[in-house]
T-cell receptor, first 112, second 116 residues
Framework: GESVGLHLPTLSVQEGDNSIINCAYS??????FIWYKQESGKGPQFIID?????DKRQGQRVTVLLNKTVKHLSLQIAATQPGDSAVYFCAENPGGSYIPTFGRGTSLIVHP | EAGVTQFPSHSVIEKGQTVTLRCDPI?????LYWYRRVMGKEIKFLLHFVKESKQDESGMPNNRFLAERTGGTYSTLKVQPAELEDSGVYFCASSQLGPPSGNTIYFGEGSWLTVV
């Protein structure tokens, strides 16, 4: 069936580097995408979202890129900090649905 | 403004026992969701309330799980009898009633359930 997934389960980076977390989706009806960050012992926290009529959206130190042609979503974190260490989930909302579908998550480890 | 709150934060029960998890959504949020994450796996949808009505319960694994939202405020998720495979983190989330999509949902910190 259609699903949301991630290319890499774990990403290790050095503090100060830029991080890129990737996500593939296969539901062509999805029109809204969200990135969540889950720190250890906490619930998922909204980071940034993007609608399908956009291909890029920027936040504070984060950028989400959407490539609808290849059904690919990425989260870029600039100047990664130890506090960015967490599991990052992408989620998609199929058109007409209130309910986001999550992938497995990527664990980001930032080394000082 | 208070966020989504869940109780208990952690629970360890024996197989066959009953556990009831509670969720208080953000005030004014009509939409309430339950999700579950089993160790190392994806966050899976369980069910969705709009006010007191179950809008979608397609993710409920079996009839040992019962969710309620009487009065359209807080919600409970009861597992009876609990099995080992029910262990995981149960997340509650809420959102305002909005457009068909693009509805940002806010998560609680989860109820960590261990069945032994």
């Amino acid at each position: 069936g259609e699903s949301v997934g991630l290319h890499l389960p774990t990403l290790s980076v050095q503090e100060g580097d830029n991080s890129i977390i990737n996500c593939a989706y296969s539901n062509s009806a999805s029109d809204y995408f969200i990135w969540y960050k889950q720190e250890s012992g906490k619930g998922p926290q909204f980071i940034i979202d993007i609608r399908s009529n956009m291909d890029k959206r920027q936040g504070q130190r984060v950028t989400v890129l959407l490539n609808k042609t290849v059904k690919h979503l990425s989260l870029q974190i600039a100047a990664t900090q130890p506090g960015d260490s967490a599991v990052y989930f992408c989620a998609e909302n199929p058109g007409g649905s209130y309910i986001p579908t999550f992938g497995r998550g990527t664990s980001l480890i930032v080394h000082p | 403004e208070a966020g989504v709150t869940q109780f208990p934060s952690h629970s360890v029960i024996e197989k066959g026992q009953t556990v009831t998890l509670r969720c208080d959504p953000i005030s004014g949020h009509d939409n309430l969701y339950w999700y579950r994450r089993v160790m190392g796996k994806e966050i899976k949808f369980l069910l969705h309330f709009v006010k007191e009505s179950k809008q979608d319960e397609s993710g409920m694994p079996n009839n040992r799980f019962l969710a309620e939202r009487t009065g359209g405020t807080y919600s409970t998720l009861k597992v009876q009898p609990a099995e080992l495979e029910d262990s995981g983190v149960y997340f509650c989330a809420s959102s305002q009633l909005g457009p068909p999509s693009g509805n940002t949902i806010y998560f609680g910190e989860g109820s960590w359930l261990t069945v032994v």
